[in-house]
């Protein structure tokens, strides 16, 4: 992770905002994420601007974009080979354990579950496949994609620039942030679900 991290920020502006869109393309869509998360590349790309090689909103941007079209490309390789790819990466890089709460979750969730699921990394890595698995519409996970890819690539992207170069800091609040997005949400759905069941309660009565 080191040599990566090191290798991105060395690179020539051009090349490294290429990496920026890159990481994060492949990470949903050949199941990069596994190896190397997509976040680490937009957190980087966040750095280089605030070290004034990039503009910000340029990261943004092409960050959003990679989110978007990776996962979209996730979608469709899962609505064919979805269950082949999965077989063969559970107990590689995954339990089939993991496998099956993702499956569970999308089926529970749906559309809320992918804009959740882009915060966490496995989550991130596994969902796109298994939206395309469970038939899925392509505009409702398309629309969820885009909320969730562009909000991802912005927050990012912008903690990076704030973090300037403490690489290290910046990684650990990263990975803070995602689990207190998805805890938050989570609790936002459940209240959510609580007060519909108060009402219909009430209604009964």
């Known amino acids: 992770m080191s040599f990566l991290t090191k290798f991105i920020l060395n690179l020539s502006p051009p090349l490294a905002l290429l990496m920026v869109f890159l990481f994060p393309a492949l990470e949903a869509s050949i199941f990069l994420g596994f190896i190397f998360p997509g976040e680490t590349s937009v957190i980087l790309g966040g750095v280089l601007a605030y070290e004034h090689k990039l503009p910000l909103w340029l990261v943004m941007v092409v960050a959003s974009l990679a989110a978007v079209i990776g996962d979209s490309v996730g979608y469709f390789v899962g609505s064919k080979f979805g269950h082949r790819i999965l077989a063969r990466a559970s ?3 995954i339990k089939p354990k993991r496998v099956h709460q993702v499956t569970e979750f999308i089926a529970k969730r749906g559309v ?17 496949g298994v939206a395309g698995m469970s038939d899925m519409p392509y505009i409702k996970f398309l629309i969820a994609n885009i909320v969730g890819g ?14 300037g170069t403490s690489f290290a800091e ?8 995602g689990v207190i997005v998805f805890a938050a949400v989570v609790a936002a759905v459940g209240l959510y679900f609580f007060y519909r069941y108060v009402r219909e309660f ?4």
């Open 202 to 205: 009430s209604k009964e009565k």
């Open 112 to 128: 809320l579950g992918v804009v959740v699921g882009r915060f966490t990394t496995i989550l991130r890595v596994l969902v796109p």
């Open 91 to 93: 107990g590689r890089f």
């Open 150 to 163: 562009v909000g991802w690539a912005v927050l990012y992207s912008y903690l990076g620039y704030t973090a």
């Open 170 to 177: 910046v990684q650990k609040t990263a990975g803070t942030t």
